[in-house]
């Protein structure tokens, strides 16, 4: 008795240790692993190191900056006083003069040309970004269709067993009647061949069952068992908000149109800076002394370039076509968006209305089974008319489960679409 009891103790904590380490996935689990482990996630890092080193340089044209340059020349003549004065020699410069010198500018005032360039690189890198996150999202579509491929598969096997146990039944039936002399064994046969077809095809999912798990696998980055379970999700709510990244994109490009047309009107105005020079040069500041000297100079300067108004207008005006060329793809994407919204609605309403009359077809052929169980072991029919039976109720089950997992799919399919 004690032995039985331990036993038994066993075996409950032996099935509960096996529940609980069975593995379940959720599909928002899916898609958030997806998500995080995709290899083209990690571009994003790229994208912020660039634009973070790019902006740091930008800045740094607030700094001080320098050059150093030289200068060596041989010139045909140099500039003479046409003039003599008794008792003073004027000395004539050289021919070939010589000059070293470094400079030093501070930007005052740059029109915010160095602003636009870090806010253009911001922007760029906003829009790089927003691309990925576009790809990114593609890849629910196909999550979607691995998630939902195996739930149907689960729900199949499931209904599979059912199927086994009505043959099964039969055979039982099938062997009281011929040992009673009134039916033939090949009839019996006849059960058995249908349920050794029933398990090939038992067999047959379950391997491309582990096929779509092994490719779910790769998509989420984590090795999945053949026992892994997938959570049945529960109906979404039905939005018809369009919130797709794709939006997102055509919003940072319009952004970046903004940015290029304030640099244009940035790089348009007047530049101010302090500059600071020193050198060495023969001749140096003093044109009459032919001797090598050092010298400095320093003051304000200022830079206004103006053939840049030659091509603001063209630039404008392109930037304006390009805002209307982002305008159009968001709307084509929008029109085109809704289209698929459309047909997956549609979907929705036929699945819903094909489960509306599942259940009654299933309670009906359920039971003409029934009376045909009771009419073969009564020997009233053979084996044939209680497999085609069995196979119309299996029919109408197997139906009803491809009804609820497409709803299922074509909701989250719509739900997907519309990114929300």
């Known amino acids: 008795m004690k032995s039985i009891f331990f036993t038994t103790i066993i075996c409950f904590v032996f099935y509960q240790t096996n529940a609980q380490s069975q593995e379940k996935l959720s599909i928002e689990e899916c898609y958030n692993l997806t998500h995080q482990n995709y290899p083209l996630v990690r571009q994003s890092e790229l994208i912020s190191k660039t634009a973070a080193y790019s902006i740091e340089n930008a800045a740094k044209g607030y700094l001080p900056q320098f050059n150093i340059s030289g200068q060596a020349s041989y010139q045909s003549d140099v500039t003479k006083i046409p003039i003599q004065i008794p008792g003073m020699n004027?000395?004539?410069?050289?021919?070939?003069?010589?000059?070293?010198?470094?400079?030093?500018?501070?930007?005052?005032?740059?029109?915010?040309?160095i602003r636009q360039q870090k806010e253009a690189i911001g922007i760029n890198a906003s829009v790089e970004n927003q691309k990925l996150e576009v790809e990114l999202y593609k890849l629910k579509e196909r999550v979607n269709q691995l998630f939902f491929g195996i739930l149907l598969i689960d729900a199949q096997l499931k209904?599979?067993?059912?199927?086994?146990?009505?043959?099964?039944?039969?055979?039982?039936?099938?062997?009281?009647?011929i040992a009673n002399g009134t039916a033939f064994k090949s009839s019996l046969n006849i059960l058995k061949a249908e349920?050794?077809?029933?398990?090939?095809?038992?067999?047959?999912?379950?391997?491309?069952?582990?096929?779509?798990?092994?490719?779910?696998?790769?998509?989420?980055?984590?090795?999945?068992?053949?026992?892994?379970?997938?959570?049945?999700?529960?109906?979404?709510?039905?939005?018809?908000?369009?919130?797709?990244?794709?939006?997102?994109?055509?919003?940072?490009?319009?952004?970046?149109?903004?940015?290029?047309?304030?640099?244009?009107?940035?790089?348009?105005?007047?530049k101010f800076n302090l500059f600071l020079q020193g050198g060495v040069g023969r001749p140096a500041l003093n044109m009459l002394n032919n001797a090598a000297e050092s010298f400095a100079m320093g003051g304000?300067?200022?830079?206004?370039?103006?053939?840049?108004?030659?091509?603001?207008?063209?630039?404008?005006?392109?930037?304006?076509?390009?805002?209307?060329?982002?305008?159009?793809?968001?709307?084509?994407?929008?029109?085109?968006?809704?289209?698929?919204?459309?047909?997956?609605?549609?979907?929705?309403?036929?699945?819903?209305?094909?489960l509306s009359?599942?259940?009654?077809?299933?309670?009906?052929?359920?039971?003409?089974?029934?009376?045909?169980?009771?009419?073969?072991?009564?020997?009233?029919?053979?084996?044939?008319?209680?497999?085609?039976?069995?196979?119309?109720?299996?029919?109408?089950?197997?139906?009803?489960?491809?009804?609820?997992?497409?709803?299922?799919?074509?909701?989250?399919?719509?739900?997907?679409?519309?990114g929300n």
């Open 90 to 113: 004027i000395p004539q410069l050289n021919k070939d003069q010589y000059r070293l010198s470094a400079e030093g500018t501070q930007v005052l005032f740059d029109g915010g040309v």
């Open 300 to 354: 304000l300067r200022m830079s206004w370039p103006l053939s840049g108004f030659y091509t603001s207008k063209k630039e404008k005006a392109i930037i304006d076509i390009n805002r209307k060329e982002i305008d159009l793809q968001k709307e084509s994407f929008l029109l085109n968006t809704n289209f698929v919204v459309k047909q997956q609605e549609s979907e929705i309403d036929k699945q819903t209305n094909l």
């Open 195 to 270: 349920l050794l077809k029933v398990n090939q095809k038992s067999i047959e999912q379950k391997f491309t069952r582990k096929g779509y798990i092994d490719v779910l696998g790769l998509f989420i980055n984590k090795t999945l068992t053949e026992d892994v379970e997938l959570q049945k999700p529960a109906q979404p709510v039905m939005q018809t908000e369009i919130r797709r990244p794709e939006l997102g994109l055509y919003e940072q490009q319009r952004k970046s149109l903004e940015v290029k047309e304030q640099a244009i009107a940035a790089r348009n105005l007047p």
């Open 357 to 418: 009359s599942d259940d009654e077809i299933i309670a009906l052929r359920a039971s003409v089974k029934e009376t045909s169980a009771a009419q073969l072991e009564n020997g009233v029919i053979n084996t044939s008319d209680y497999l085609r039976e069995v196979n119309a109720e299996d029919q109408a089950r197997q139906s009803k489960i491809t009804h609820q997992i497409q709803l299922l799919m074509a909701q989250y399919n719509k739900k997907t679409t519309t």
């Open 159 to 177: 209904q599979n067993e059912l199927l086994q146990k009505d043959i099964q039944l039969g055979i039982d039936r099938a062997k009281a009647t």
